[in-house]
Each structure stands twice: as structure tokens, then as C-alpha cells.
């Protein structure tokens, strides 16, 4: 007999755990399961940029009583170009801002929220397959750490289990979506450093762009764009810096031992459909979008606070009017963050192949940006994140 639960999450990333703490606000039981260990879902390097609405929804759900303590207030954000930086001052135009809060930090305090409620969330518990989207009754088909069978029936399945999940194929077939890909991927760096500026700094230089970012008094975040083909280890720690150094002319970086490096490709993509039946998709499992806007996992709390309201009206009023439109809803800001992304990455990257007047296009397009009040508010708007839905 398959276990029983009201909403079976897949993924213990910030979408699935968001959402089952959203949840149980509202006194709906969920179940989380998750193919890796708690230890790996804390430990796995990746977003830092929280737009404000996220923060508000952390410290005003109780999901993250850190963010606001731990995490780092930023006002603006740098961006740079040939030899000039122009600030672009979020609170300034917007009245708005962003927190850098790692999301394995996030995803502490949401495992920790969820262990200490008593909810169930199981580690090393693996979706094979989504069964029956269309009827009522939606199954989870998993296996556990031990190769044991598991079987959830629900009244809704959530795939919030990444772009590389298994949930995508039951709502939409393996390759239902809009995709773009890019000619470049970021090579990222972990560093023993003190921060070399006190924001971040987005660099269109002649090599190249980088992202001088930050973690924490004592490590820094860094990414310069590579080709998507290179290896981690193709470059000595000598040749990183002088890389890097030469992408930010006018700041010294500080350099220190370098202690991680990844290769990370971009990419876009939009499901075709977010929703079959009752199985929807959250997250990255519905879209990709590349990092340059910092908006991956922005939307994935945009995408939970939508449907933890037509969960609710669907479960607790039987009334299923916001759930059937919650893929379009949805829609509107992820193409918004899309377009976004896409922009801001088109804007500061140098295009393989690029011609003298592909580059001086580009350096005009970028004055347009930074010299013009508008331009500046334009970036601020889309990058601080706009406005959520009140959650309850
Ligand atoms: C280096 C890097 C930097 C980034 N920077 C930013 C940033 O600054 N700001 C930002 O907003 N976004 C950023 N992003 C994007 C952001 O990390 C993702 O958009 C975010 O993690 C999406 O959350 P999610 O919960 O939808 O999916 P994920 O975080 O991918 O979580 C999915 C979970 O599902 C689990 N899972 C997968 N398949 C199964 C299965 N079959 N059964 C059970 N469990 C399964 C996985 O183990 C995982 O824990 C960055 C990403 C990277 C890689």
C-alpha cells in the first residue's frame, strides 16, 4: 500500500523546503524527499544573491532567522567597462535592495525550521518516476537508501527536483521547453581573501567579463568568463589571479589560496507546461536561467509563494481557480527574469568571434545603461527583484 500525504515535494532545494515550510503554515502535511544526504545539501557551494522580496519571505515566514543577521546588506552593485565604474544605486532609485546569504546558509535554516516542526523530510530517498499526473491521485514511485521501495500517493506532486530531475518528463516530456544555450560558461573560484571591494563588481574588460563577488570577511566569491569546454584544473592558481587581475583593471584584487573551482555553464530554459493534472513544476525543474542576473534562486521563491497560495485554496477551500492559472501567472515574471538574465549576460560578456563594431555597439549600450536615470532604475528594478505577492 503507498503512503499517504496531502503534498509530496520532490527536491530538498530552496523551492522544495520553502514550500513545505509555506505549507505547514497553513496546516497542510507534505513530504520532502531528497536523492542526496543532508551533509551535501548543506555543503554544496551555489547562489548568493537574495533579492529583498526573498529576505522578507525568510524572515517573515520564520523560514531563515539569520538572513537579516547573517547575511550582507547590499545597496549597489558596481559596473564596469573599459576604464570607468559606474555605481548603480539601488536604494537610491528603487529604495530597494539585495542581501548576500549563501543558499546552502538558506538551506540550513530551512532543513533546521523543517527538522524542528517535526515535518517529514527524508534524505537519500530518490524519485525514479511520477505516475497518474492526470487523475487525483498522483504517485511518487522512489527508492531509499537501502534500494528499498517507496511509494507516496498524493493529492499533489510537486517537482521541485532541479533541471535535472525526473518530475520535468511526467509534466512534460523529456525535452518539453524553450532552450537557449551561450557560447561561454563562468569559471568560479572559492578564495581565503578579504574582499577586495566593498560591492560587487560586474566587469565588461577587453579579455572578458568577471564578477568579483563576495562570501564573507574571509572568503570571496570570484567568476570570470571561460570557454563552456574548460577543465577545472587547466590553469595554476598563478594563472588564475593574473586572469582575473587583468579582467578588473583599476582594483587590486587580494589575492589567497584558492580552494574550490567550478565550470558553469549557461544556459535558458522554459517547460513547455508547468503543470499536468496535479503534478506541478517549481523551480529549477520548470526553468533555467543563466547567473549573470542572480535570478535562479530569486525565482524560485517567486514560484512558491504563487502556489502555496492555490495549494491552499485548492486543499483547504476546494477551490481550484488559482491553481489552474498558476502556470500563467507564474509565466509572467519568469520570462521577465529570462529576459533579465539574458540581457544583463549579452550586455557585459564578450561574444566569441565579436567584431569591432559588435564591441563598440556594446560599450554604447552600456552607456545607455549607466549614464541615464532611467537606464540605472531599469537594472535596479529587474535586479533588486519586483514585488511578491504578500505571503500569509
Ligand atoms: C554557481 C551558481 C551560482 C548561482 N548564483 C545564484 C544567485 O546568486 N542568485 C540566484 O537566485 N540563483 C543563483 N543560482 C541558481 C540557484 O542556485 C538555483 O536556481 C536554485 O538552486 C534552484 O532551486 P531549486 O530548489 O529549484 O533546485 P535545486 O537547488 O537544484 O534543488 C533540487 C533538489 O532536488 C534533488 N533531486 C533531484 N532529482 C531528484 C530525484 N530524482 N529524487 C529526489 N531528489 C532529487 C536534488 O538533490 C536537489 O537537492 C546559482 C547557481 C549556481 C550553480
Same mark, same amino acid.
Given at each position: 500500500?503507498?503512503?499517504?500525504?496531502?503534498?509530496?515535494?520532490?527536491g530538498?532545494?530552496?523551492?522544495?523546503?520553502?514550500?513545505?515550510?509555506?505549507?505547514a503554515?497553513?496546516?497542510?502535511?507534505?513530504?520532502?524527499?531528497?536523492?542526496?544526504?543532508?551533509?551535501? #545539501?548543506?555543503? /554544496?557551494?551555489r547562489?548568493?544573491?537574495?533579492?529583498?522580496?526573498?529576505?522578507?519571505?525568510?524572515?517573515?515566514?520564520?523560514?531563515?532567522?539569520?538572513?537579516l543577521?547573517?547575511?550582507?546588506?547590499?545597496?549597489?552593485i558596481?559596473?564596469?567597462?573599459?576604464d %570607468?565604474?559606474?555605481? #548603480?544605486?539601488?536604494?537610491?532609485?528603487? !529604495?530597494?535592495?539585495?542581501?548576500?546569504?549563501?543558499?546552502?546558509?538558506?538551506?540550513?535554516d530551512?532543513?533546521?525550521?523543517?527538522?524542528?516542526?517535526?515535518?517529514?523530510?527524508?534524505?537519500?530517498?530518490?524519485a525514479?518516476? +511520477?505516475?497518474?499526473? !492526470? /487523475?487525483?491521485?498522483?504517485?511518487?514511485?522512489?527508492?531509499?537508501?537501502?534500494?528499498?521501495?517507496?511509494?507516496?500517493?498524493?493529492d499533489?506532486?510537486?517537482?521541485?527536483?532541479?533541471s535535472?530531475?525526473?518530475t520535468? %518528463?511526467? +509534466?512534460?516530456?523529456?525535452? !518539453?521547453?524553450?532552450?537557449? %544555450?551561450? @557560447?561561454f560558461a563562468?569559471?568560479g573560484?572559492?578564495?581565503?581573501a @578579504? @574582499?577586495?571591494a566593498?560591492?560587487?563588481?560586474?566587469s565588461n574588460?577587453?579579455?572578458?567579463?568577471?564578477? #568579483?563577488?563576495?562570501?564573507?570577511?574571509?572568503?570571496?566569491?570570484?567568476?570570470?568568463?571561460?570557454?563552456p569546454?574548460?577543465?577545472? !584544473?587547466?590553469?595554476?592558481?598563478?594563472? *588564475?589571479?593574473?586572469?582575473?587581475?587583468?579582467?578588473?583593471?583599476?582594483?587590486?584584487?587580494?589575492?589567497?589560496r #584558492?580552494?574550490?573551482?567550478?565550470?558553469?555553464?549557461?544556459?535558458?530554459?522554459v517547460?513547455?507546461?508547468?503543470?499536468?493534472g496535479?503534478?506541478?513544476?517549481?523551480?529549477?525543474?520548470?526553468?533555467?536561467?543563466?547567473?549573470?542576473?542572480?535570478?535562479g534562486?530569486? $525565482?524560485?521563491?517567486?514560484?512558491?509563494?504563487? *502556489?502555496?497560495?492555490?495549494?491552499?485554496?485548492?486543499?483547504l477551500?476546494?477551490?481550484?481557480?488559482?491553481f489552474?492559472?498558476?502556470?500563467?501567472?507564474?509565466?509572467?515574471?519568469?520570462?521577465?527574469?529570462q529576459?533579465?538574465?539574458?540581457?544583463?549576460?549579452?550586455?557585459?560578456?564578450?561574444q566569441p568571434?565579436?567584431?569591432?563594431?559588435?564591441?563598440?555597439?556594446?560599450?554604447?549600450?552600456?552607456?545607455?545603461?549607466?549614464?541615464?536615470?532611467?537606464?540605472?532604475?531599469? $537594472?535596479?528594478?529587474?535586479?533588486t527583484?519586483w514585488?511578491?505577492?504578500?505571503?500569509?
Amino acid at each position: 500500500m503507498p503512503e499517504r500525504t496531502r503534498v509530496a515535494v520532490i527536491g530538498a532545494g530552496p523551492a522544495g523546503l520553502l514550500l513545505s515550510h509555506l505549507l505547514a503554515r497553513h496546516g497542510i502535511e507534505s513530504v520532502v524527499l531528497d536523492s542526496r544526504s543532508r551533509e551535501q #545539501i548543506e555543503t /554544496t557551494v551555489r547562489a548568493g544573491v537574495l533579492e529583498q522580496g526573498t529576505v522578507e519571505v525568510l524572515d517573515r515566514t520564520g523560514a531563515s532567522d539569520r538572513v537579516l543577521t547573517a547575511g550582507q546588506k547590499h545597496e549597489g552593485i558596481e559596473i564596469r567597462f573599459g576604464d %570607468e565604474g559606474h555605481r #548603480i544605486d539601488f536604494t537610491g532609485t528603487v !529604495g530597494r535592495a539585495v542581501w548576500l546569504y549563501p543558499q546552502h546558509e538558506v538551506l540550513k535554516d530551512l532543513v533546521a525550521a523543517r527538522l524542528a516542526a517535526g515535518q517529514d523530510l527524508r534524505f537519500q530517498v530518490t524519485a525514479r518516476r +511520477v505516475e497518474d499526473a !492526470g /487523475t487525483d491521485r498522483p504517485r511518487v514511485l522512489a527508492e531509499d537508501a537501502e534500494g528499498d521501495p517507496v511509494e507516496i500517493e498524493a493529492d499533489v506532486v510537486v517537482g521541485a527536483d532541479g533541471s535535472r530531475g525526473v518530475t520535468r %518528463e511526467a +509534466v512534460t516530456g523529456a525535452h !518539453g521547453g524553450y532552450f537557449r %544555450e551561450y @557560447p561561454f560558461a563562468w569559471f568560479g573560484v572559492l578564495c581565503e581573501a @578579504p @574582499p577586495s571591494a566593498e560591492e560587487l563588481i560586474y566587469s565588461n574588460s577587453p579579455n572578458g567579463f568577471a564578477l #568579483i563577488s563576495r562570501r564573507s570577511a574571509g572568503v570571496q566569491r570570484m567568476y570570470f568568463q571561460c570557454d563552456p569546454a574548460t577543465d577545472t !584544473g587547466a590553469y595554476t592558481e598563478e594563472r *588564475l589571479w593574473e586572469i582575473l587581475q587583468s579582467r578588473v583593471p583599476g582594483t587590486t584584487l587580494r589575492e589567497g589560496r #584558492i580552494f574550490q573551482r567550478d565550470v558553469l555553464r549557461f544556459r535558458s530554459f522554459v517547460a513547455h507546461e508547468m503543470r499536468r493534472g496535479r503534478v506541478v513544476l517549481v523551480g529549477d525543474a520548470a526553468h533555467t536561467v543563466p547567473p549573470t542576473g542572480a535570478k535562479g534562486m530569486n $525565482l524560485a521563491v517567486a514560484d512558491v509563494v504563487l *502556489l502555496t497560495e492555490a495549494l491552499r485554496a485548492l486543499l483547504l477551500d476546494r477551490d481550484e481557480t488559482l491553481f489552474d492559472a498558476f502556470p500563467a501567472t507564474a509565466r509572467r515574471r519568469i520570462w521577465k527574469a529570462q529576459h533579465f538574465s539574458w540581457w544583463m549576460t549579452n550586455l557585459l560578456h564578450l561574444q566569441p568571434g565579436a567584431s569591432d563594431f559588435d564591441r563598440l555597439r556594446q560599450i554604447g549600450e552600456l552607456r545607455t545603461v549607466v549614464e541615464s536615470d532611467h537606464g540605472r532604475a531599469h $537594472l535596479a528594478e529587474a535586479y533588486t527583484g519586483w514585488p511578491l505577492p504578500a505571503v500569509r
